[in-house]
Structures are given as structure tokens and as C-alpha cells.
């Protein structure tokens, strides 16, 4: 019976087995995924960087007391976290951009609902919070420049536009909105959360190096394990490197946004190789 069945199917024509073949991915499509990936990686980076301040402040008030001074308990707030309150929903809604580019780009209609406003109004006030941990912030006219470039990504896009269309209008708003993330990161390293990072990153060096002036009366052989161990510490990676690269990978985004619009492969490639090499550093980051 199964052997009469199969040679049945065997005797079909060819048109009843034909594949529908598979449409290949377009370039918004593909950008927008890559978004997300670049998104999820940010903030991976941003939790490692908190991760590191946190510990960087708590080690240096121990060192401190250790080597002879008086208990700190008046530590200074972390501001990791202070910037990646902006940073989550603001690339929340880069990708919300994205997203609306690939529907388009494929002939739908892309789907609102309220992602868009909730991010927005999520910015607005994690700027406002941005005087809880001071530091070199950005300007008030790169904030207001920012802010309104968030506020117009968070809007749907609007009847009748196509991707080319929406990629153009908008496109001086993605600029705005990354300059703004890059500025809180830092475009240099004495500003941004790199400045408050390279402060705790000092701080905690100079910790150290107190613990280890403060072992005059330990053994020959105490104070070169002592020696070796915060010059092991010393020798460690600062925190500017993986936070310079968060800046970097957020330059990516405003060439991808337009090639989203344009349906450029080449620029889809261009940032999938952005995200790999910060993908790498991340990987690499201690």
C-alpha cells in the first residue's frame, strides 16, 4: 500500500511540487534588523559600563579605608545609569524609525500604536534627570536640537509617504537625535559619561597606588605580592575604549537610516560591519 502510494507521487507532474521561491531580504529590512541587534548590543555596553563605575567607586572607598582613611559613606551617585535612561528609549525609537522604513519599502502600511509617544515622553524625562549625576552633559542647544528630533521620530509616518520620502524628511532628525546620544556618551574623553568615567577610573588608580604606600611594614615578600597585584590592577583596560565605541556605533546610525530610505545594499553592509566590530569590542570588554 505505502509503496503503490509513494510511486503515485513519484508519477505527479512537476508544476503540483514546484517551491514557491523565496523573496530575498531588501536593504530597509535588513537595517532594520540590524537596529534591533545594535540596540540590544547598546545596551549590554551600557550595563558593562555601569557595572564597572559601580564597582570602581565602591573598590576605591575600601582601598581608601584600608590603607588608613576614614569610612566613606557619602559616595558619589553613578551615572551610567543616568545616561542610559536616555540612551534605552531613545534608540527604542531609532528602531521604531527603521521599522516604519521596512514596512514601507515592502508596500505596507507600517503598524502604530503608542511605542512611539511612551519613548518620546521617556526622554524627555531622563533629560530632565541628567542634573541627579554631574558631569559635562551636553549643551542646552544640542539637547533642544535632540529632543526635537527624538519627538519627530516618534510620530508615525504619515499617509501616503513611501520609504524614499520619509527617509528624506526625516533624516535631519536622526542626525539630531544621534548627536545628542553621542554627546552623552562623550565625543571626547574628559566629557559625556567619559568624562565621569575617566574621573572614577582615577580615583580608583589612585586608590591603589595608596594601598600599596601604605604597606611600609608588611614583609619583603608581602610587598611584592602586594606590588604585583595593584600593578596588575593598574595595567587593567580603562572604561574610555568600550564607551568611545558606543559613540562610534551611534555614528553608523544616521548613514543607515538613509540607505534604509534608498534601498542601498551597500549601506546596509556598511553598518552590519559597524555592529560587528562593536559586537567584538563588547565581547571583549572587561
Known sequence: MRRSFLLLLATLPLPACTVVPFAPQGAAQRIAGLTVAADQAA????????????????QAASLRYAAGGAPNTNLPRPATPVA???????????????????????????????????????????LAGLR??????????????????????????????????????????????????????????????????AQRHEAWQAAQR???????????????????????????DGPDLPAAELVRLFAALPPAHAAA???????????????ARFQGVLAQAR
Open 43 to 58: 545596551g549590554r555596553m551600557v550595563d558593562h559600563l555601569g557595572q564597572r563605575e559601580r564597582s570602581e567607586i565602591d
Open 84 to 126: 542610559g535612561a536616555v540612551l534605552d528609549p531613545g534608540m527604542d525609537l531609532m528602531v521604531l524609525e527603521t521599522r516604519r522604513l521596512a514596512a514601507l519599502a515592502a508596500g505596507a502600511a507600517p503598524t502604530e500604536g503608542q511605542d512611539g509617544a511612551l519613548a518620546f515622553s521617556r526622554v524627555q524625562d531622563a
Open 132 to 197: 541627579a549625576a554631574p558631569a559635562r552633559w551636553p549643551s542646552d542647544a544640542v539637547r533642544r536640537r535632540g529632543l526635537e528630533g527624538f519627538r519627530v521620530l516618534s510620530e508615525p509616518a504619515p499617509q501616503g509617504m513611501d520609504a524614499a520620502g520619509l527617509a528624506a524628511a526625516r533624516q535631519g532628525a536622526v542626525e539630531d537625535a544621534t548627536t545628542l546620544m553621542q554627546a552623552l556618551v562623550g565625543f571626547d574623553a574628559r566629557s559625556g559619561l567619559r568624562g565621569v568615567l
Open 210 to 236: 595608596g594601598v600599596l604606600a601604605s604597606g611600609r611594614t608588611l614583609s619583603p615578600a608581602e610587598r611584592m605580592a602586594l606590588w604585583n597585584r595593584v600593578q596588575a590592577a593598574l595595567a587593567a
Open 261 to 275: 530610505g534608498a534601498g542601498d545594499a551597500a549601506g546596509a553592509a556598511s553598518f552590519e560591519a559597524a555592529l
